[in-house]
């Protein structure tokens, strides 16, 4: 089997259960994936992800193109080397980063001149050429193409405007992708208009299969960008579904920046097969754990003589180990080891539930997965 | 072998290898004990811990009194149950945080009255009686008796006056002390005034001797307190040795709160069996590293396309898998990994050195292994 081909092993309704090689091991969704935005997830060592079963780790480019720089990265021997990781990796452009910069930023047909404001101010210019280059010297498994991501609410024609720089700029990433043993994933946009998430999917699609026909590789998946970004919760879902049955059935779908365990569930029922967020590790940071029951916030006084486990329904290392009342203990305390030990928690359960929705689509009781879940108290948690 | 009993495996000079027993295990001398103030090693799970040979770990009596509180860490079934470290441990009384709260404390012949201003301001009162309570109630395997610690410079009358208040306590705290799965350990004060520190040794000496002759236990070690508390460095030296040597060789002599590379191995030499310090997590979280070559700050440039192991002497797990540069990365970024990887480096220095010590003792080469520390750049940290 060739690097990044796909096998479709299951599927139950729209959810889907694939697996596909990559240089550092075969993957199999659907996956969480924990951000290691600055080459660490925040807290956790190497040998903590393999114990938890983390599949790929995500890194982002414009914050290791900042610090400690591309050449640094490089001289090292890519991303895994540096990092110590010896599993499947994937970076973001940084196209989502660099939209965030506002007025520090300006982009034009071309590609995109910014200034670093949440580093050293300095300024830098982007094209898909140059951060394809970037990425393949950063070398993660996976990369995603450099697009403009715009904010919500927006009017339709920015968000028009913002999802057609976004494809052209696929095609010129695409051209521009040579290291073959890195996939890269087109990234579609479209803000919440069903018409424009239509449009980028089939202009994707066109650049992918003259991509084919010349002799190039196109896409080996796609990037679902653009949700997430302050709509109301619902929102996404009205279109979701439409825009991953638009995609082929044999490349991963990845919604990107999204991790409450509800909608991871509903997502993977609207065909989805990759998630990431920073949320179970920030939260976990912050205090609060996910569980079987809803979100816990470990400050809460009823906890403090609570010597039973964090959660009952968990087999993670932080459940078989420790107590309510010694993890409220840690948090009150601002002590390091309370937002490690819920980050560990919170990346358990996020990876564990993708491995139990697996199990389910693979045993083709996807329906009764989700509505098992749906009627459960931790549907409340999104 | 009974509880606390002490074997003298070897001695060459005054240095000394002990063995003996805890109800959590043998501990072995010199060695240096990791602080875990508030039940936590900062950053650090017990599971690391016993991969760095860790041997007896140190708790706070007056950080864990005022949170989460005695009576939960009662409940949980004691310190070590609460904290999930199966392990030796040892709870300072408190007297050193008592007494450093100032002019929110004061002490009479019977007791100290106190504000926690580190906390919420209250008010609370100990008697020694009342700390051999609470340390009981914690149920490490050693606690230490309730003393006056004193800063420098101060007048030799007021070191006389808690010098004198602090075996009395003793006194007090051994007559408390009922838990006989718990060792007592009292602590010599006396300041760099070598004629008190000997009258202390005497008279403590007397109260375990009353003690012994009338059916008691007396003390099963001596805590050497009140160096490291501002003095010129060669200051300790003066008078430690003496100190030492008026010690009985069968019990463990610690030297509280000194952590410093060459200090430990020049103490050991003055016939030193315990250490602990806050030093090994504290400067790992700022970004410093001790070494064989002496300490490193992690921030410097030097080391930002250096891509070859912390310490080349050392083989700890960050020194096996991490790059300088990439720990440099780490710190530069305030990433929690890199005070976690520092730490656990630090930690096994300190831990490793004194390993390191012990099997010079028991090869009867302390002395050319002092000499040669003495010549190295190590040295230079202290």
Same mark, same amino acid.
């Given at each position: 089997?060739?690097?990044?081909?796909?096998?479709?092993?299951?599927?139950?309704?729209?959810?889907?259960?694939?697996?596909?090689?990559?240089?550092?091991?075969?993957?199999?969704?659907?996956?969480?994936?924990? $951000?290691?935005?600055?080459?660490?997830?925040?807290?956790?060592?190497?040998?903590?992800?393999?114990?938890?079963?983390?599949?790929?780790?995500?890194?982002?480019?414009?914050?290791?193109?900042?610090?400690?720089? $591309?050449?640094?990265?490089?001289?090292?021997?890519?991303?895994?080397?540096?990092?110590?990781?010896?599993?499947?990796?994937?970076?973001?452009?940084?196209?989502?980063?660099?939209?965030?910069?506002?007025?520090?930023?300006?982009?034009?047909?071309?590609?995109?001149?910014?200034?670093?404001?949440?580093?050293?101010?300095?300024?830098?210019?982007?094209?898909?050429?140059?951060?394809?280059?970037?990425?393949?010297?950063?070398?993660?498994?996976?990369?995603?193409?450099?697009?403009?991501?715009?904010?919500?609410?927006?009017?339709?024609?920015?968000?028009?405007?913002?999802?057609?720089?976004?494809?052209?700029?696929?095609?010129?990433?695409?051209?521009?992708?040579?290291?073959?043993?890195?996939?890269?994933?087109?990234? $579609?946009?479209?803000?919440?208009?069903?018409?424009?998430?239509?449009?980028?999917?089939?202009?994707?699609?066109?650049?992918?299969?003259?991509?084919?026909?010349?002799?190039?590789?196109?896409?080996?998946?796609?990037?679902?960008?653009?949700?997430?970004?302050?709509?109301?919760?619902? $929102?996404?879902?009205?279109?979701?579904?439409?825009?991953?049955?638009?995609?082929?059935?044999?490349?991963?779908?990845?919604?990107?920046?999204?991790?409450?365990?509800?909608?991871?569930?509903?997502?993977?029922?609207?065909?989805?097969?990759?998630?990431?967020?920073?949320?179970?590790?920030?939260?976990?940071?912050?205090?609060?754990?996910?569980?079987?029951?809803?979100?816990?916030?470990?400050?809460?006084?009823?906890?403090?003589?609570?010597?039973?486990?964090?959660?009952?329904?968990?087999?993670?290392?932080?459940?078989?180990?420790?107590?309510?009342?010694?993890?409220?203990?840690?948090?009150?305390?601002?002590?390091?080891?309370?937002?490690?030990?819920?980050?560990?928690?919170?990346?358990?359960?996020?990876?564990?539930?993708?491995?139990?929705?697996?199990?389910?689509?693979?045993?083709?009781?996807?329906?009764?997965?989700?509505?098992?879940?749906?009627?459960?108290?931790?549907?409340?948690?999104?």
């Amino acid at each position: 089997m060739s690097l990044f081909d796909v096998t479709v092993e299951a599927s139950c309704g729209a959810a889907r259960a694939l697996s596909f090689e990559t240089a550092h091991g075969t993957v199999r969704t659907p996956m969480f994936m924990p $951000v290691g935005t600055h080459a660490t997830v925040k807290g956790i060592t190497p040998d903590q992800l393999h114990a938890l079963n983390s599949q790929i780790v995500l890194a982002n480019t414009y914050h290791l193109y900042m610090r400690p720089g $591309v050449d640094v990265v490089e001289e090292a021997g890519g991303i895994q080397r540096f990092m110590n990781y010896d599993g499947p990796m994937l970076t973001d452009s940084g196209g989502f980063q660099l939209f965030s910069l506002d007025h520090m930023m300006k982009a034009d047909a071309d590609g995109v001149t910014f200034h670093a404001r949440d580093y050293d101010g300095s300024a830098h210019r982007w094209t898909p050429e140059s951060n394809m280059d970037i990425q393949q010297r950063i070398g993660a498994d996976i990369c995603m193409q450099l697009d403009q991501c715009i904010g919500y609410p927006c009017e339709k024609e920015d968000v028009a405007a913002s999802t057609a720089l976004s494809w052209e700029w696929a095609k010129r990433c695409c051209d521009a992708h040579t290291r073959i043993d890195q996939a890269l994933f087109a990234i $579609v946009q479209g803000g919440m208009h069903l018409d424009l998430r239509l449009e980028s999917v089939r202009r994707l699609l066109e650049i992918d299969a003259e991509s084919r026909s010349s002799g190039g590789r196109g896409f080996q998946g796609f990037g679902i960008g653009g949700y997430s970004v302050g709509e109301p919760h619902d $929102v996404m879902f009205e279109t979701l579904g439409q825009v991953t049955r638009a995609l082929p059935d044999d490349r991963p779908r990845y919604l990107m920046g999204v991790g409450n365990p509800t909608t991871l569930v509903r997502a993977v029922r609207e065909g989805v097969d990759m998630f990431d967020c920073v949320l179970p590790t920030r939260t976990g940071r912050m205090g609060t754990a996910f569980s079987s029951q809803g979100r816990m916030n470990m400050r809460n006084a009823k906890y403090k003589r609570d010597f039973t486990p964090l959660d009952h329904a968990c087999d993670c290392p932080v459940c078989r180990q420790y107590t309510r009342a010694y993890l409220r203990h840690l948090v009150m305390q601002k002590e390091m080891l309370g937002g490690i030990l819920l980050s560990v928690h919170n990346l358990h359960f996020l990876i564990s539930l993708m491995g139990r929705a697996r199990e389910a689509i693979l045993g083709g009781t996807y329906e009764e997965f989700y509505r098992a879940w749906m009627a459960s108290p931790a549907a409340n948690d999104y």
